[in-house]
């Protein structure tokens, strides 16, 4: 890095430029190869088993995987007291790499994410980097504000962070005009209609909470919540961010009242105006239900319209965490029957970075009239807000309406998504999930050997099922867990890496197909799953 002066004292000129160039280029060079490596590990996906590669321990393109106490003395994390300058960079990059899960892969198929779209390869001379290792890693590179873990992100970083509106203007217009768009789509049509962007579906989650509570109860804004014993609702098979918000905000964990699905896992609206009577009878104060589109596990979409009906009949405020299935309102064919009635909340949540591949973090709250967020959040500071108008709509220090002050301009990746794409290929992009996401359930259906568990038809990407040799499933709950665990561990070392979640009769997998699935893939993963079940004598 340059230094600051000369030995004579003078100031030293500026060379970062050139130094961000190098930086650029070393990084560059591994980082190409690792997505390359995915591409090519997709042709093999179908026989159940991705390319080995050689050297170090079980090695696919998908992960070496290691233990955390090995993979500690592999990495060798040390602090080195002088500069390593670039060749000490490339060496730990080049780690990073190497142990890293490739979410470019075609058997990544475990979270409620995958790949980018070639957005993060178009929009800087860097070219695409990978989220990987659950996006725990963004290859932070020693000089101001670059990443190029996130891709379209460079741009970002190399961009001011949206703040007020003086020093991120484009930003900040970008993101009115992202979310006001957005909210549209979902039915939001009022001209007060838009909303913001957050770090996350929990943190939307979360502010969706804090500004219901101080819409409903203006007071307790400067009053706390005083007597009040609030009281939320959400669905049995809901996020854990609700709980979490909970603690956070001084309601509670236990105030979180769950609600019985039905079969198919949806929230059922009898049982939630039986479990609001009985709150009020208490003498709690009831005021927030969190209804979800798309849940974790099964992907089901609760009932909107008898919810709304519920919300208005008592005054609470109706959220959707949309974070998982809201997405599919780029298709509105497949949205029909999953998102009937969201526009009747109060606020909803969406996350681009999963279901549409848009970098992380691409994550946005939503609401019906932003002058609600604006009033519940407001804080006014005569040494940063300068941008306060007449109404909502003249209101551009967004900051002002969030948590956070300084924030991530993270509404450009989307809307940089949405220039290079156009909204007809997130379209598509949901249509090719859903198709490979039947496609695997169909196999499963066929095959004597599992048992389905996933609603039927699949409301959502996850597809759900035991592992049962002639479709005889253990009476032991703990054996049936074994057995799924077991098997998902030894796919890794195949190229595949999938998830499970717990069930009354044990655990199962929990299969996360995505808009880049391939057919080939699913037809690999069913192969692979079969036959490592009987090489573990299942």
């Given at each position: 890095?340059?230094?600051?002066?000369?030995?004579?004292?003078?100031?030293?000129?500026?060379?970062?430029?050139?130094?961000?160039?190098?930086?650029?280029?070393?990084?560059?060079?591994?980082?190409?190869?690792?997505?390359?490596?995915?591409?090519e590990d997709a042709a093999t996906?179908?026989?159940?088993?991705?390319?080995?590669?050689?050297?170090?321990?079980?090695?696919?393109?998908?992960?070496?995987?290691?233990?955390?106490?090995?993979?500690?003395?592999?990495?060798?994390?040390?602090?080195?007291?002088?500069?390593?300058?670039?060749?000490?960079?490339?060496?730990?990059?080049?780690?990073?790499?190497?142990?890293?899960?490739?979410?470019?892969?075609?058997?990544?198929?475990?979270?409620?994410?995958?790949?980018?779209?070639?957005?993060?390869?178009?929009?800087?001379?860097?070219?695409?980097?990978?989220?990987?290792?659950?996006?725990?890693?963004?290859?932070?590179?020693?000089?101001?504000?670059?990443?190029?873990?996130?891709?379209?992100?460079?741009?970002?970083?190399?961009?001011?962070?949206?703040?007020?509106?003086?020093?991120?203007?484009?930003?900040?217009?970008?993101?009115?005009?992202?979310?006001?768009?957005?909210?549209?789509?979902?039915?939001?049509?009022?001209?007060?209609?838009?909303?913001?962007?957050?770090?996350?579906?929990?943190?939307?989650?979360?502010?969706?909470?804090?500004?219901?509570?101080?819409?409903?109860?203006?007071?307790?804004?400067?009053?706390?919540?005083?007597?009040?014993?609030?009281t939320l609702f959400t669905s049995?098979?809901?996020?854990?961010?609700?709980?979490?918000?909970?603690?956070?905000?001084?309601?509670?964990?236990?105030?979180?009242?769950?609600?019985?699905?039905?079969?198919?896992?949806?929230?059922?609206?009898?049982?939630?105006?039986?479990?609001?009577?009985?709150?009020?009878?208490?003498?709690?104060?009831?005021?927030?239900?969190?209804?979800?589109?798309?849940?974790?596990?099964?992907?089901?979409?609760?009932?909107?319209?008898?919810?709304?009906?519920?919300?208005?009949?008592?005054?609470?405020?109706?959220?959707?965490?949309?974070?998982?299935?809201?997405?599919?309102?780029?298709?509105?064919?497949?949205?029909?029957?999953?998102?009937?009635?969201?526009?009747?909340?109060?606020?909803?949540?969406?996350?681009?970075?999963?279901?549409?591949?848009?970098?992380?973090?691409?994550?946005?709250?939503?609401?019906?009239?932003?002058?609600?967020?604006?009033?519940?959040?407001?804080?006014?500071?005569?040494?940063?807000?300068?941008?306060?108008?007449?109404?909502?709509?003249?209101?551009?220090?967004?900051?002002?309406?969030?948590?956070?002050?300084?924030?991530?301009?993270?509404?450009?990746?989307?809307?940089?998504?949405?220039?290079?794409?156009?909204?007809?290929?997130?379209?598509?992009?949901?249509?090719?999930?859903?198709?490979?996401?039947?496609?695997?359930?169909?196999?499963?259906?066929?095959?004597?050997?599992?048992?389905?568990?996933?609603?039927?038809?699949?409301?959502?990407?996850?597809?759900?099922?035991?592992?049962?040799?002639?479709?005889?499933?253990?009476?032991?709950?703990?054996?049936?867990?074994?057995?799924?665990?077991?098997?998902?561990?030894?796919?890794?070392?195949?190229?595949?890496?999938?998830?499970?979640?717990?069930?009354?009769?044990?655990?199962?997998?929990?299969?996360?197909?995505?808009?880049?699935?391939?057919?080939?893939?699913?037809?690999?993963?069913v192969k692979g799953i079969e036959?490592?079940?009987?090489?573990?004598?299942?």
């Amino acid at each position: 890095m340059t230094g600051i002066t000369n030995g004579d004292g003078a100031e030293a000129p500026l060379n970062r430029a050139d130094e961000v160039k190098e930086l650029l280029e070393a990084v560059e060079e591994l980082i190409i190869p690792f997505i390359r490596s995915a591409d090519e590990d997709a042709a093999t996906k179908h026989s159940g088993h991705g390319l080995a590669i050689r050297g170090g321990g079980p090695r696919t393109a998908l992960v070496e995987h290691h233990p955390p106490k090995k993979l500690e003395q592999i990495l060798d994390l040390s602090i080195p007291e002088q500069a390593g300058g670039k060749d000490g960079l490339v060496e730990i990059v080049e780690k990073v790499l190497r142990y890293s899960v490739n979410t470019w892969d075609q058997g990544f198929l475990d979270k409620l994410y995958a790949s980018t779209n070639a957005v993060c390869r178009c929009r800087t001379r860097l070219g695409a980097a990978a989220r990987h290792a659950e996006h725990e890693c963004e290859i932070a590179l020693p000089f101001p504000n670059f990443c190029p873990g996130k891709g379209s992100e460079v741009l970002i970083n190399y961009m001011q962070k949206a703040h007020v509106y003086q020093v991120s203007p484009v930003l900040t217009l970008v993101e009115k005009h992202t979310t006001k768009h957005l909210a549209h789509r979902f039915g939001y049509t009022s001209s007060h209609a838009g909303g913001i962007s957050q770090p996350g579906g929990s943190a939307s989650n979360s502010s969706a909470i804090v500004i219901a509570r101080n819409t409903l109860y203006p007071e307790t804004k400067e009053e706390g919540n005083g007597d009040r014993r609030f009281t939320l609702f959400t669905s049995a098979h809901g996020h854990y961010s609700l709980e979490k918000a909970a603690q956070m905000f001084g309601l509670g964990s236990k105030n979180v009242i769950p609600v019985p699905v039905d079969g198919s896992g949806k929230m059922v609206p009898e049982e939630l105006e039986r479990l609001v009577k009985e709150s009020k009878g208490r003498g709690e104060t009831p005021f927030f239900i969190n209804a979800t589109a798309g849940t974790t596990v099964l992907g089901s979409f609760d009932p909107f319209p008898a919810l709304a009906a519920i919300a208005k009949a008592h005054n609470l405020w109706l959220h959707v965490d949309g974070s998982w299935g809201g997405s599919v309102i780029f298709n509105p064919e497949i949205a029909k029957g999953r998102l009937d009635g969201v526009e009747l909340a109060d606020s909803i949540a969406v996350n681009p970075h999963k279901m549409l591949g848009v970098p992380m973090t691409s994550s946005f709250l939503l609401a019906k009239d932003l002058r609600q967020f604006w009033k519940a959040m407001t804080l006014p500071a005569g040494y940063l807000f300068h941008n306060a108008g007449e109404s909502v709509d003249d209101i551009y220090d967004l900051a002002d309406l969030t948590p956070q002050c300084g924030r991530r301009a993270d509404a450009l990746k989307f809307f940089l998504s949405l220039q290079y794409y156009g909204e007809q290929h997130y379209a598509g992009v949901v249509a090719n999930a859903y198709q490979q996401a039947e496609y695997l359930a169909s196999l499963i259906k066929a095959s004597p050997h599992f048992v389905f568990v996933s609603p039927d038809p699949l409301p959502c990407l996850q597809v759900c099922f035991y592992w049962a040799r002639d479709g005889k499933l253990s009476g032991d709950k703990e054996e049936n867990g074994r057995v799924t665990s077991e098997v998902a561990k030894k796919l890794i070392s195949r190229g595949f890496m999938i998830d499970y979640a717990p069930g009354e009769k044990g655990k199962f997998f929990r299969v996360v197909v995505n808009g880049s699935t391939r057919r080939g893939t699913v037809e690999g993963l069913v192969k692979g799953i079969e036959e490592c079940a009987g090489e573990l004598g299942f």
